[in-house]
């Protein structure tokens, strides 16, 4: 049975998926290392959208590669850090540029999300970042 299990992932289970999952976040900021006179040097705020993305074969017998509802459950936490919060004032994002934002849910979510594949922040419509993790040569 267990070999059977194996056979039929590895044959028919080898085609790769990316899935995404999408969240708005309320917050402000100021990023104090901007240039002086920069304008995000001063206090403002954005609509986040927080796009989580997953990757691997479809699993059986579901048919998916993840329940939507687990990446729900694995940012919940993060969007009670992060929503309506000054985030300079949140641990480790004392200067939240959307670069370190996304390396910042990342770290988060790595642990609760083995096929994590990328966090993207938009804090425009027209700007976003996608992080997809520190480099092999960085991991410990
Ligand atoms: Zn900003």
């Known amino acids: 049975m267990a070999a059977q299990l194996a056979d039929s992932q590895g044959a028919e289970n080898s085609l790769m998926y990316?899935?995404?999952?999408?969240?708005?976040?309320?917050?402000?900021?100021d990023l104090p290392h901007a240039?002086?006179?920069?304008?995000?040097?001063?206090?403002?705020?954005?609509?986040?959208?927080?796009?989580?993305?997953?990757?691997?074969?479809?699993?059986?017998p579901e048919g998916w590669v993840i329940d939507f509802g687990d990446i729900d459950a694995a940012f919940e936490p993060l969007m009670g850090e992060l929503d309506h919060r000054y985030l300079n004032d949140v641990t480790g994002l004392s200067n939240p540029t959307s670069e370190n934002l996304a390396a910042w849910i990342w770290a988060r979510l790595e642990g609760e999300l083995p096929s994590l594949k990328g966090i993207e922040v938009g804090e425009t419509c027209r700007s976003r970042v996608l992080f997809n993790g520190p480099d092999e040569e960085d991991r410990g």
Do not use: D, M
Not at 18 to 29: G, Q, V
């Open 18 to 29: 990316e899935l995404s999952r999408s969240y708005k976040i309320e917050a402000a900021h």
């Open 35 to 60: 240039p002086v006179g920069h304008k995000c040097r001063r206090l403002h705020g954005h609509s986040f959208l927080i796009t989580v993305r997953v990757g691997g074969a479809i699993r059986e």
